[in-house]
């Protein structure tokens, strides 16, 4: 299965229609979140719009530049709106969680540790019997693990809850945190994770990964 992964686009879309050409054929897009800039939430579907030559299922969160009224206009939209949802295609079972763990900047999608955890915890028991069955986990969230593809100036600033997806999810994909494209390979509970920071869409970046016997990634920017 190849995905193109996107995020950050910040309402503006002009390296869309680049990254789509560029990306060629695949088989499922996921977006990660903060598709507006503060809304207003109906540019979902000016960014659904330029996707649609790709000709496949679009699976999508918010992000916590987004406001919460998006997640009607995604359950309105031709895509898969995965807040808070399982969604399985083919052997790779998707769970999402938008949104973002406390900011300094008091954004208008954010959870609480606890919340995002509470939250993982469910998925993860709902996409289990998918795994039972030899199906691949990839949680679509759209901030980065704790200490993970998180670096800003004065730190990290991922979600520990986060964190406790390595190990038991096959691939994170996530955004958030603009200066930190990069993949890296967690492990715990002797299992491995790829994680994928896949970049700010509004700058022409985004990240192409193919699930087969293993994971690979490779940058779509422009």
């Known amino acids: 299965m190849k995905l193109l992964a996107i995020s950050d686009?910040?309402?503006d879309y002009?390296?869309?229609?680049?990254l789509v050409h560029k990306a060629g054929s695949v088989d499922v897009v996921l977006i990660a979140g903060d598709i507006t800039n503060f809304g207003p939430d109906e540019l979902t579907y000016d960014l659904l719009g330029l996707l649609?030559?790709?000709?496949c299922p679009v699976l999508a969160i918010p992000g916590n530049?987004?406001?919460?009224?998006?997640?009607?206009?995604?359950?309105?939209?031709?895509?898969?709106?995965?807040?808070?949802a399982v969604h399985t295609i083919g052997d790779v079972t998707f769970a999402g969680i938008g949104g973002s763990n406390p900011t300094p900047f008091d954004t208008p999608f954010e959870r609480s540790e606890d919340e995002i955890g509470a939250m993982l915890d469910d998925l993860l028991s709902r996409a289990g019997g998918a795994e039972e069955a030899g199906a691949r986990i990839v949680l679509l969230s759209h901030a980065p693990p704790k200490n993970t593809l998180d670096r800003i100036p004065g730190g990290n600033a991922g979600s520990e809850a986060i964190a406790g997806a390595i190990g038991k999810a096959d691939l994170i994909v996530c955004g958030h945190i603009h200066e930190d494209q990069g993949t890296m390979v967690g492990s715990a509970h002797g299992k491995e994770?790829?994680?994928?920071?896949?970049?700010q869409a509004s700058q022409g970046k985004s990240a192409i990964?193919?699930?087969?016997?293993g994971i690979k990634v490779q940058f779509n920017n422009i």
């Open 9 to 11: 686009p910040h309402g």
């Open 14 to 18: 002009a390296q869309i229609p680049s």
């Open 52 to 55: 649609e030559p790709l000709e």
């Open 65 to 84: 530049c987004d406001h919460r009224s998006i997640l009607a206009t995604l359950d309105a939209s031709s895509a898969v709106n995965l807040e808070n």
């Open 193 to 199: 994770t790829v994680v994928v920071n896949v970049g």
């Open 209 to 213: 990964i193919t699930i087969d016997d």
